[in-house]
């Protein structure tokens, strides 16, 4: 879901709903959402490396006006395939958007970046929506962590891991209790964070 601030909205109604958003984030896997405003909207990262939100414009798409039928079909296939959100359309819009390059620098069409209504937001993502990039930004100070930041390898390093409250990676979820020792646990937990880079 996409936090939405309202005109009415104080700084601390807000954060609060930022921070609700922020806190629905305990599985991993990437998500479809879609924004009303692009024009005041903002996506916002977390890093786990420097453990904070980095927040900027919403992503977008790319349009060529008066370009050709060809550079007009081949960009709305990368779109179609992007907005999907699913990873396997996605890498083929990668694919596709080769040839949409290869394409417009031949016709020496002229494009244009335009912001998206379809986010495809991975689990460290969110959007907010009703103030722009710079201001919310600005506010991300005030976030609260990722909840997933806590099974990070980052979190392991700050001693500051824990999984309480987020989902249990499949690969220790899925295994029979008698086969897990300690030992076992951890190696499993390791592995999932592998995987899921």
Request: net charge positive.
């Given at each position: 879901m996409v936090a939405n601030i309202t005109p009415d909205d104080t700084m601390m109604d807000a954060i609060i709903k930022i921070n609700k958003e922020i806190d629905t984030r305990r599985t991993y896997g990437v998500r479809r959402e879609e924004v009303q405003k692009t024009n005041k909207a903002a996506r916002c990262s977390w890093s786990?490396?420097?453990a904070r939100w980095n927040c900027g414009?919403?992503?977008?798409?790319?349009?060529c006006p008066g370009a050709s039928d060809k550079v007009t079909a081949l960009l709305n296939e990368v779109n179609r395939l992007k907005d999907t959100c699913n990873r396997v359309d996605r890498e083929a819009s990668y694919v596709a958007m080769d040839m949409v390059v290869k394409q417009i620098r031949e016709e020496n069409a002229r494009c244009k970046p335009v912001k998206s209504k379809v986010q495809c937001l991975d689990a460290n993502e969110i959007v907010v929506e009703g103030i722009g990039a710079r201001k919310t930004d600005s506010l991300s100070t005030f976030f609260n962590?990722?909840?997933?930041?806590?099974?990070s390898f980052e979190a392991r390093e700050r001693g500051l891991f824990?999984?309480?409250?987020i989902e249990i990676p499949p690969g220790i979820a899925r295994q029979k209790l008698d086969d897990l020792d300690p030992q076992t646990i951890n190696a499993l937990v390791e592995k999932s964070e592998e995987a899921e880079e």
């Open positions: 786990n490396g420097s414009p919403i992503g977008g798409r790319l349009t962590p990722l909840p997933l930041y806590s099974g824990g999984l309480k409250g």
